[in-house]
């Protein structure tokens, strides 16, 4: 086998796992059924960054992107992808294998705030839809709730702590 | 005595929307310059504006009595505009308003102090035999007495500030394991929002709707109701849309209810503008949950279809006019519907998404009406709400409106927050709500993926594919031979590294 190749395809993978492909090099248009219809990424003083497709106006965003994941706020909605060669899609495939499923649940800080009150304790069991947490935030108080039945491991903030975003707050064993 | 200079007690949307009609009416007002907004766009439409940059203080000037006693004396304005939220309900400012001889526009101490406690409240409701969930009487001071009382109505039941309102405070229990954990949040929360830690029990209802009574009384006596909204999409007890009228309404049940609305109104010598919340179960039996004491967020929708400018009626009303407006001259035309449009990440649970607006365009149709006090360049902060606008459209019928709003809200354009757009887009398109058999329980069962439609996503990776290549294919190719390790580029060995 020759040692360069060329890639000439890349998928893009949802949060959602589903492929959505696109040959290389990337074109602006892209098939529905059988009609092809040009996409542009377009950007002025009125409106910002948008995409025109279909003679309507989209705001379009990249929020974040670290190595090939990106966050791309489309029409106001987050959309996560990760971009895939070919070669990396299949080795994937290979390290994906035999991983079992994930037994440990880690609740994140949905939102910047404070901790106002941590009603578990390190060894409680709960149950799905438990509160676990008071987040106040934007003078709202929030109840952080268990998403599964499990046991707590580890908590990881304290009665009036202020917290980021996506902080860690809480690791509970998936029973 | 005569108003003549308003002090706005307020900021964003409502502050202009007050200065509007006063401008007609031939009245000046003031707007407070605070540090949190020292660009804001209410401070546009004002007269004469009160800097307070420079106060440094521990509470927002909005709830500060003392001082906005001392701005309004010092601008020589004779009456305070509340707005909603801060001191809008606060009887003690209301009070101190009138020993300082300024006009509070909007009812009387009395009538906000019994209306606020809602032990008092659900007392005036039961001597006036107004429908009301079961429940306690008196205050409950422990879970012990909280589990008593659960026990004897039944469960579900809902914990309630009482002196609480907009949903905080409040907590609904299942059953009795769940009480001692929920009472402790729910008079926590009390005590934090309200400055007051007791709480009642009622029985909760299972997903009724949410339907309130638009109220205005004169000094003189006379009280009115304009006709219903309904509320019902609300997540955590915060309204989200509003609709007027009510499609659960016929003419027969819309008389009962505004009845007995006044009725209580009546019972405390309700003057200004004020709203009966009452929850309908899917039997249509109606019971009384509060009654606010103030101009609400959701007042638009009424006047839409009453063509009443219900801050007018709040000025000529404190000015102790007679209400002009007869029981049998209202009329509700057509159908209006609001939608809140708020920085709120709706795919994370609606927090709050505070920062700066760099773009924001409204429709212009002449079946919308915008409420705003955002503009391009404008900042939602997080010490204040996440309103960005309300959005009104109007249509003949109902499905008419939805069918404007539809149309509205593809043409609002903001970027800078994530916003709730995208959860009215869907919601207007769900069957459920077309058909109006919605509940307060609806936002729970919507389904979670916003996007409209499969091409959306797929516009979305095109995007990322798009800055994917620009980032690492620029040159024709990549050594990329899964053969090779060794001539693995080192940006595909890195993210093999991540993936252990």
Known sequence: MNDKLRINKLYALSSENRKLSFSLPLKNRIRIGKRDYVVQLKSDEKYGTYILWKNRKYPVEIVRSRQNKYEILFNDISYTFTVETPFSMQRMKVLNTGKGKTEKESLKAPMPGKIIDVLVREGSNVLRGEPLMILEAMKMQNEIQSPVNGQVISIHAKPNSNVMKDDMLIEIKVE | MKITKILIANRGEIAIRIMKTAHRMKISTVAIKTAAEPNAMYLSYADEIFDNTEEISEIPIFLDIERLISIALKTRANAVHPGYGFLAENAYFAQKCLDNKIVFIGPSPDAIYKMGNKTIARKLALQNGIPMAMGSTDNISNEEEAIKIAEKIGYPVIIKAASGGGGRGMRIVRKSDEMEKMFIIASKEAEKAFNDPSVFIEKYIENPKHIEFQILGDTKGNVIHLGERECSIQRKHQKLLEESPSGALDNHLRKRMG??????????????????????????????????????????????????????????????????????????????????????????????????IEKLSMPSDSFVRVDTGIQAGSSIVSTYD????????????????????????????????????????????????????????????????????????????????????????????????????SEMSPWLLNKRINQF
């Not at chain 2, 006044?262 to 004020?274: D, T």
């Open chain 2, 259 to 356: 009845k007995l609305a006044v009725q209580i109104a009546k019972a405390v010598n309700y003057y200004s503008a004020g709203t009966v919340e009452f929850l309908l179960d899917s039997d249509k039996n109606f019971y009384f949950m509060e009654m606010n004491t103030r101009i609400q967020v959701e007042h638009t929708v009424t006047e839409v279809v009453t063509g009443i400018d219900l801050i007018e009626q709040q000025i000529r009303i404190a000015n102790g006019e007679e209400l002009k407006i007869r029981q049998e001259n209202v009329r509700l035309k057509g159908w209006a519907i609001e939608c809140r449009i708020n920085a709120e990440d709706v795919q994370a649970g609606f927090a709050p998404d505070p920062g700066k």
């Open chain 2, 386 to 485: 996440s309103m960005i606008a309300k959005l009104i459209v109007s249509g003949r019928d109902r499905k008419e409106a939805i069918k404007n709003c539809k149309m509205a809200l593809d043409k609002v354009w903001i970027k800078g927050t994530k916003t709730t757009l995208p959860f009215f887009r869907l919601l207007v398109r769900n069957q459920k709500f077309q058909d109006g058999t919605f509940t307060t329980a609806f936002i729970e069962e919507l389904d979670k993926y916003y996007f409209n439609s499969e091409y959306e996503e797929m516009l979305a990776a095109w995007l990322a594919t798009k800055m994917f290549v620009e980032e690492n294919l620029r040159e024709n190719s990549i050594n990329a031979d899964p053969e090779n390790k």
